[in-house]
């Protein structure tokens, strides 16, 4: 939407500042001072949300005008999806790295209104299939290595000849032949004159006569030590921090995890800390 402001004064009109009530709303000056009885326009551009009803945002003008420096415009809309996703985004959760796993979503929409033209993914991890009936859609995620799914579904429709496209996000976590409770460790701010400090981390082999052979850090200020659990295929990994004698700043280090597994050798664990400078 373009509104258009208008210096009804004697003086100009100089706006200062402009925010809007959510990242989805942008808005763009033509020019941030009007001459008196001259106008100018401010483009609105608002995002809809993948929900429908009724949508309200804000963009607040601030101005150099003495008795009423802030203005607002308020945007109103009633957002109608003509093809929607049930659900709009799909969590796969776990899924092995050995078997494909599959989702079914429901496609809602008038078929004498709406056309489906096209189906594509984001990458080869996730394959699509338009069922039979063109109302329920088939999401097959096939992995490819170990690692968080964070990917995209594009539907590209047609409706009243307009071409518009539905994205419908795909998340989840491929587990390998271990899992691990902690992606990467934060140990926060240290005093390097503070004792040792410690953190565990659980890993578990997901298959049988899968074990962990020895652990290893790149940094004499990071040691590990390895004891099994007495659930079979659970390990603990504690990893501690002797910060006395570390230069103030960032500490990063890397602990290595190394396994008999043929596709898992080695496990990453980075390990982060903060030392603080003493005065």
Known sequence: HIFTITNVGKAPLEITKVETSCGCTAALLSDPIILPGKDLQLKVQFDVPEVEGNVEQFVKLETNVPDRSTFELKIKA????????????????????????????????????????????????????????????????????????DEKIFVDYLEQDEKLVLEIPIHGQVIGDFEISSSSIFLGLIDPKAGNLSRDVIVTATKPNLTILRSESQSNQVSTEITPLEESGKYKIRISLHPAGHTPGLLKNIVKIYTNSERQKILEIPVYAQIRKVE
Do not use: C
């Not at 984001?122 to 097959?140: A, C, F, M, Y």
């Open 78 to 149: 009633n957002v109608y999806l003509p093809l929607k996703a049930i659900p709009g985004r799909v969590y796969f959760g776990k899924v092995s790295s050995d078997t494909p796993t599959t989702r079914i979503i429901e496609m809602e929409y008038s078929p004498t209104q709406v056309q489906i033209s096209g189906i594509r993914s984001s990458s080869e991890v996730v394959q699509t299939n338009l069922l039979g009936d063109k109302h329920r859609l088939e999401i097959r995620v096939k992995p490819q290595s170990v690692g968080w799914i």
